[in-house]
């Protein structure tokens, strides 16, 4: 798969003599292809649309581009079916650790407050929404047809799910990002950068601060904190709709690995992910029934 990966980036009309191609480590989606050319380097994101995920390239495409407008993502150099080439950022790939720091924390929630109030500006075109209540439900049903080993654990997310979305209430809209993991986000030493649209779209903002959150182990005095950064108001009057969208984020991570498992090619341990998220979920969960 990375050779004939590496061969389609060569041979992309966007570059004069590119050299130095090689893999880059983390896309658990797509393959991500490092090229060298006229002395600059480039990303190219190789992947179709994934019916499964709800991923369709066009949607990316344009979220990419509009977030390229807005200064907060890499700029678009080339697109063609299946293949995205962005210009790469010479940067520090940031992990769990690094979204942790106090630091970065307060520079990541400036970073998504400033996508989600300015990036609808730059669209031209309609895009999706992502709407993790019906993301979610849908994974279970595909799950559920196509007889996944995890078959004994719908039921009960399924009723966690009704009993969720009850409490998370009335919601406003942004254009979200949607998959706050910390390896989409980078840093320069100047500025932060947002990468991988692929789920991008509208959503409520409590979805990618409880995603922040949850894929990243922050501590309940950084939720709260993150809350009242981003809102500029008191974090009580959140805590519980973003509680249980915290939870509905991490079932949707949950649910996302269980699918992989069945249909992903990328050479990745989803057995394993899928763990680790019941294991972050059940967490939450318990969390969430204390409050």
């Known amino acids: 798969m990375?050779?004939?990966?590496?061969?389609?980036?060569?041979?992309?009309?966007?570059?004069?003599?590119?050299?130095?191609?090689?893999?880059?480590?983390?896309?658990?989606t797509n393959v991500n292809i490092c090229v060298t050319d006229d002395n600059k380097k480039y990303v190219v994101r190789i992947g179709k649309d994934i019916p499964e995920h709800g991923v369709m390239r066009w949607n990316e495409l344009?979220?990419?581009?509009?977030?390229?407008?807005?200064?907060?993502?890499?700029?678009?150099?080339h697109y063609e079916p299946g293949i995205l080439v962005l210009e790469f950022i010479d940067s520090q790939t940031f992990e769990e650790a690094d979204v942790r720091k106090s630091k970065n924390l307060m520079r990541i929630i400036s970073l998504v407050a400033k996508t989600h109030r300015g990036i609808g500006q730059y669209l031209?075109?309609?895009?999706?929404t992502f709407w993790p209540f019906q993301v979610n439900q849908s994974y279970m049903s595909r799950l559920e047809t196509d007889g996944s080993t995890h078959m004994s654990k719908l039921a009960d997310l399924k009723r966690q799910l009704e009993l969720l979305q009850d409490a998370t209430g009335q919601v406003d809209l942004v254009i979200?990002?949607?998959?706050?993991?910390?390896?989409?986000?980078?840093?320069?030493?100047?500025?932060?950068w947002l990468i991988d649209w692929e789920y991008g779209g509208f959503n409520t903002p409590l979805f990618d601060l409880a995603g922040l959150a949850g894929n990243n182990g922050l501590s309940i005095l950084q939720?709260?904190?993150?809350?009242?950064?981003?809102?500029?108001?008191?974090?009580?009057?959140?805590?519980?709709?973003?509680?249980?969208?915290?939870?509905?984020?991490?079932?949707?991570?949950?649910?996302?690995?269980?699918?992989?498992?069945?249909?992903?090619?990328?050479?990745?341990?989803y057995g394993a992910y899928t763990s680790e998220n019941l294991s972050r979920l059940s967490s939450a969960i318990v969390e969430f029934q204390q409050i």
């Open 2 to 28: 990375i050779d004939k990966a590496i061969a389609k980036a060569k041979a992309l009309p966007c570059f004069k003599n590119p050299t130095g191609l090689k893999p880059l480590s983390g896309g658990i």
């Open 62 to 77: 344009a979220l990419s581009k509009a977030a390229q407008s807005l200064g907060v993502s890499p700029a678009v150099v």
């Open 124 to 128: 031209n075109t309609p895009i999706l």
């Open 176 to 192: 979200g990002h949607n998959d706050l993991l910390a390896a989409n986000i980078l840093d320069d030493g100047d500025q932060l």
């Open 223 to 269: 939720e709260q904190q993150m809350l009242e950064q981003y809102f500029d108001r008191s974090w009580e009057i959140y805590w519980r709709p973003y509680q249980a969208m915290k939870c509905i984020s991490l079932m949707r991570e949950t649910l996302w690995s269980m699918v992989s498992e069945i249909y992903s090619e990328i050479e990745f341990d």
